[in-house]
């Protein structure tokens, strides 16, 4: 007959076996954690050491991007309750959802105010715009407010870079296109992970270090050759964001004999300012660098000729036929602020082209006062000398600053296939 002392024996060691199980078997401890997104995983690490090692290494495993983007046109009907309207909620279902964590995130907006988030009008060029009716001062109060209730629903240690634009690009989680808005009320943020191969960095750029004998060194990338992308954003009327693309295109070709792919537009201000220094603020120009082996990019340029959805479709193939893996890929559109609606007569002409030939990558972008890029599709590869002719490589530097043009940037993250 069973003894107290034996029950008491059989239920220690059953206690212990679990604890064994829930504490240490790495097979049961991963097929557990693997099903939760990143920021549970990230509550489940303060358990104890063996499940925060456990969840280390599924999040390193992970390299998902995450994508928000709104749309008053488009968007889902009904009224929102939350502060940031249906972009709040979207921004909150992402983050929750993601199953890697967000460390860069980069944001094209029209909306400044919380009210502008939830309210707007479905007439064209009727929406609330940044900065109508109150000052300065008031209106830099709103965009703080703005960027506060933004960066608290990132995780701590994400860096946010905000841009304010008269339109945008802008791609829904489902994949379907959120669509070209031209001052609709419109809204897009991408979210980066931290990714294998993958380095992403902001550019700040001082007056000091536009105008210093290394460019390289200024900017702090002389130990960075392999950038292989370098978006540019520069705000009003400021010729620092030409001058510091055609500088960046001569330095990468005086020293390595390529051009990075060089791609952005004039935005109307830039809201995160506050990351800045004085110095860094007065240049008008900020910059995102995308470095490392996975890095793989291309980028076409539409001209002012091309002006119907076929033709861009047309220009489009030669983006494909690079080849780039669409597995993980995200693209970027800098219109012209006339290349909308009324330039090619029917809406979203430019980002639908994209979206038939690109299906599984995710657009965003904006339309700016001024376009910066050309095509590239040498996907980071030194000049050879049959492409030279014989000519000086310095004397083949595109043209980088464009009007009434378009600029589609592909990226691919992952080895080369």
Same mark, same amino acid.
């Given at each position: 007959?069973?003894?107290? =002392? !034996?029950? #008491? ?26 099903? @939760? ?5 990230? /509550?489940?690490? +303060? ?8 969840? =280390?290494?599924? @999040? ?12 008053? $046109? ?6 929102? !309750? ?7 909620? $979207?921004? &909150? ?54 960027? =506060?209730?933004? +960066? ?25 296109? #959120?669509?070209?808005?031209?001052? &609709? ?22 007056? /000091? ?16 050759? &392999? ?5 540019? %954003?520069? %705000?009003?009327?400021?010729?620092? #964001? ?10 990468? +070709? ?15 201000? @830039? @809201? ?31 001209d002012s000729n091309v002006c119907s959805k076929e033709h861009v479709k047309l220009e489009l193939q ?9 597995? /993980?890929?995200?693209? %970027? ?82 080895? #080369?296939?």
């Amino acid at each position: 007959m069973a003894t107290v =002392d !034996d029950d #008491a024996g059989t239920s220690e060691q059953a206690i212990a076996a679990s604890t064994w199980i829930m504490t240490e078997s790495h097979e049961f401890l991963q097929n557990m954690l693997s099903y @939760l997104p990143a920021l549970e995983l990230v /509550k489940c690490a +303060r358990v104890c050491h063996q499940w925060k090692k456990e969840v =280390d290494l599924i @999040l390193r495993s992970r390299e998902q991007i995450g994508w928000v983007s709104y749309n008053y $046109n488009t968007a889902r009907e009904g009224g929102s !309750d939350h502060i940031l309207g249906h972009f709040g909620e $979207n921004l &909150d279902e992402c983050v929750q959802s993601l199953w890697s964590i967000p460390y860069h995130v980069l944001m094209f907006t029209e909306l400044v105010r919380c009210t502008d988030y939830t309210i707007g009008t479905r007439q064209r060029g009727h929406f609330s715009m940044p900065g109508c009716g109150f000052g300065r001062q008031q209106k830099w109060q709103e965009i703080h407010h703005v960027l =506060d209730l933004i +960066r608290d629903r990132l995780p701590q240690q994400c860096n946010l870079l905000s841009i304010q634009t008269s339109g945008t690009v802008g791609t829904y989680r489902n994949m379907q296109l #959120a669509g070209e808005s031209e001052g &609709d009320g419109a809204a897009t943020a991408i979210l980066f992970p931290k990714m294998q191969g993958v380095n992403i960095e902001h550019l700040k750029v001082t007056r /000091k270090s536009l105008t210093e004998g290394s460019l390289r060194e200024a900017l702090g990338i002389a130990q960075t050759p &392999d950038i292989k992308c370098v978006l540019l %954003f520069g %705000f009003g009327n400021t010729p620092a #964001a030409q001058f510091l693309a055609t500088r960046l295109q001569t330095s990468f +070709r005086e020293t390595y004999g390529w051009d990075p792919v060089i791609a952005g537009a004039i935005g109307d201000d @830039l @809201l995160t300012k506050q990351d800045l220094t004085k110095e860094e603020i007065m240049t008008k120009v900020i910059g995102v660098t995308f470095s490392g082996p996975n890095v793989h990019t291309a980028s076409v340029l539409l001209d002012s000729n091309v002006c119907s959805k076929e033709h861009v479709k047309l220009e489009l193939q030669k983006l494909k036929k690079v080849g780039l893996c669409e597995k /993980k890929s995200i693209a %970027f559109m800098f219109a012209c602020v006339g290349r909308g609606v009324d330039f090619h007569e029917e809406e979203n002409a430019e980002s639908e082209a994209f979206h038939e030939l690109f299906p599984n990558t995710p657009l965003f972008g904006f339309f700016g006062n001024g376009e910066i890029g050309c095509e590239n599709f040498a996907c980071g590869k030194a000049m050879t000398s049959e492409e030279d002719d014989g000519d000086s490589c310095m004397d083949k530097l595109p043209e980088i600053m464009h009007g009434y043009t378009t600029i589609i940037c592909l990226l691919s993250f992952g080895p #080369a296939t």
